[in-house]
């Protein structure tokens, strides 16, 4: 009776643990399947171009953080770029990297981004002025996430790529810069990323530009939130 009940038990498991692989395969097949019907909709009605900027509230690890600190729903962003037909995202992962849009999307919570432009895009983004945007953008290709978000080339985080890349290519600084002790860090999960991050010393005094910066600038103007 009691070998019954075990064998009974671990078959029923095995079964939950089935439904829910096939949940998960499933939800991830219909993120991508709903991105690229985003994404063919977005071409379709010319809502993109090249350079424009793209949030998202990331499902990473130091996410819940960055929202917290930065008072933001959003805590990850790039710059979208057009290549033959097909719409990519550069972005600051691990590493720096081109990602196809209709996969930027997916990844994020609940396939929500908004997209937002220059406002002066036309005046600004010349093709000379992104192809030198580009340029910027290839020689970062490649390197590590900054974890600790300093202010140098040798690692580098998602808003600081989009920050540099305006700024090196166009002159234009998208979002206010910012000191790390301008964050909000009380909340206790933001404490246990800064200790985990930094120990006891944190650069309070590090430059910083956040996803909510550049969100929130003045220069840019919204074009697709869903």
């Not at 234009?172 to 810069?177: M, N, P, Q, V």
């Not at 246990?192 to 590090?206: C, L, N, Q, S, V």
Request: with cysteine.
């Amino acid at each position: 009776m009691k070998k019954g009940i075990i064998i009974f038990g671990l078959l029923g498991l095995l079964i939950l643990g089935g439904f829910f692989a096939k949940q998960k395969l499933y939800g991830s097949t219909h993120r991508i399947k709903n991105a690229k019907a985003e994404v063919k909709q977005l071409a379709d009605n010319n809502e993109i171009e090249n350079g424009d900027l793209i949030f998202q509230t990331s499902l990473s690890s130091q996410s819940k953080a960055i929202q917290l600190a930065t008072k933001s729903k959003y805590s990850h962003c790039g710059i979208i770029y057009k290549k033959g037909k097909d719409f990519y995202v550069f972005e600051a992962i691990q590493p720096v990297t081109r990602t196809p849009l209709d996969q930027w999307i997916a990844r994020g919570k609940e396939g929500k981004f908004v997209i937002k432009r220059l406002k002066k895009a036309r005046q600004v983004l010349t093709p000379l002025a992104l192809k030198k945007m580009k340029q910027v953008g290839d020689s970062f290709i490649g390197k590590s996430y900054d974890l600790t978000f300093e202010w140098s080339d040798d690692k580098i985080y998602c808003s600081e790529l989009i920050w540099k890349i305006y700024q090196r290519a166009t002159g234009i600084e998208i979002g206010k810069l910012e000191k790390l002790r301008n964050f909000d860090m009380t909340n206790e999960v933001v404490k246990k990323t800064m200790k985990e991050r930094y120990g006891d010393k944190i650069p309070m005094g590090e430059t910083v530009i956040s996803p909510a910066a550049i969100f929130d600038s003045e220069l840019l103007t919204t074009i697709k939130s869903n």
